[in-house]
Nanobody
């Protein structure tokens, strides 16, 4: 059974840090680009970051550049999203997704991702 499971969400104060994990089971992430998306209440789902299967290429939304870091550990079949300098506007449900079809100019298109996790809530509040 192909499955992606996110973990690591929770409450964090503004300026704080959090690390999200996306663990895959039933398939290997080695050949997939893995993206992180988020959706806040009343807003559309937006692409946050992606890491390509080669690990060489990473992309970030402008709103998180310099604060979020994506990485992958193929041995653990897991992708991470490190959130630093958290802001209240980072509050959302965060999802990870896997795709073999995305590129540098299309990574933020959720329709190109086949497999999705169930999401993990991140709340940034004092």
């Amino acid at each position: 059974q192909v499955q992606l499971v996110e973990s690591g969400g929770g409450f964090v104060q503004p300026g704080g840090s959090l690390r999200l994990a996306c663990a895959a089971s039933g398939f290997s992430l080695d050949d997939y680009a893995v993206g992180w998306f988020r959706q806040a209440p009343g807003k559309r789902r937006e692409g946050v970051s992606v890491i390509m299967n080669t690990q060489r290429y990473k992309h970030y939304a402008d709103s998180v550049k310099g604060r979020f870091t994506i990485s992958r550990d193929n041995a653990k079949n897991t992708v991470y999203l490190q959130i630093a300098s958290a802001k209240p506007e980072d509050t959302a449900v965060y999802y990870c997704a896997a795709s073999k079809y995305v590129g540098s100019s299309s990574w933020f298109l959720s329709s190109l991702y086949d497999d999705w996790g169930q999401g993990t809530q991140v709340t940034v509040s004092s």
